[in-house]
């Protein structure tokens, strides 16, 4: 597959909603189930995906609530075991007995719980800034949870952009992500509507977390994962993913291999070829 040729779009229906997922690759491939981050899509890995594909069938999700895959169902909350659940139920649809697993920022975290509960079925996790959840050290609990339930219930009010571009510069002020970097994102995040264009995430998703695992717990939980990891970390470190603590948690996992690339939060998109030569370095 030549890099650059277009995903082919795919639809996956579980039980209770379905999922888009755009795919690279020939199917008689080994399986890779890519998970993005938090208010991205599969668009997060248009540069990557296409790298891997002469070694893999690249299923990249669109985790629920995000990208074109549906909602959750009213009264439903976008807690972390619903991602974790969601993903297996796909990995289920999909008939992947054994796949490899590969996982950015919130994707990652969602990545390493579903190693961890069902290792038996991971062939080998990759990693791209995150392992584990976020986790609570004790001193915002009290004000995290009482936040929570004082925010709106529905989440914050879609904005309407003119454009497109307009749409790309909100995310490139709003993170810091480059716009060229954004732009697959982007363009799978919105649809067009009267007067422009809006979010197709639900809104939900920014609702406040009330309560967060312990750090102890997050740390059992990675004890559980029994495919060989590898973890790959910007550098300089993220702030809210400090050395540190990261380092504590790779400790947790067996087999694990911790690498650094100069550059930003989402890697895969500012050096796909890297992050590829990475991804399919197995020793």
């Not at 297996?88 to 190693?115: E, K, T």
Request: aromatic share 6%.
């Amino acid at each position: 597959m030549k890099i650059g040729d277009s995903p082919r779009e795919r639809r996956i229906a579980l039980p209770t909603l379905t999922l888009a997922a755009q795919c690279w690759g020939d199917e008689q491939l080994p399986p890779l189930l890519a998970l993005h981050g938090w208010l991205d899509n599969a668009g997060s890995f248009a540069r990557l995906a296409p790298r891997l594909a002469a070694s893999y069938h690249v299923i990249a999700l669109d985790l629920p609530g995000h990208g074109h895959s549906d909602h959750l169902a009213e009264g439903a909350s976008y807690h972390w075991p619903e991602y974790v659940r969601a993903a297996i139920a796909a990995a289920d649809a999909l008939a992947l007995d054994r796949f490899a697993l590969l996982g950015h920022s919130l994707g990652a975290g969602i990545a390493s719980m579903v190693a961890a509960a069902r290792p038996e079925r991971i062939e080998r996790l990759l990693l791209i800034e995150g392992l584990g959840l976020l986790g609570d050290d004790g001193t915002q609990t009290l004000q995290r949870f009482r936040s929570a339930f004082a925010a709106e219930p529905a989440g914050k009010r879609l904005r309407t952009f003119a454009s497109i571009e307009q749409a790309i510069s909100a995310r490139t002020l709003a993170t810091g992500l480059p716009a060229d970097q954004a732009r697959p994102i982007i363009e799978r995040a919105v649809r067009a509507v009267d007067g422009g264009w809006q979010w197709r995430s639900d809104p939900r998703i920014n609702r406040l977390t009330p309560m967060r695992l312990a750090e102890s717990q997050i740390h059992a939980l990675l004890a559980g994962i029994e495919a060989p990891t590898r973890l790959l970390l910007a550098e300089p470190a993220t702030s809210y993913l400090p050395g540190g603590p990261m380092q504590r948690r790779a400790e947790r996992v067996r087999d694990i291999r911790v690498t650094h690339l100069a550059g930003g939060h989402h890697l895969q998109l500012e050096h796909p070829e890297a992050v590829a030569d990475w991804a399919s370095d197995r020793k």
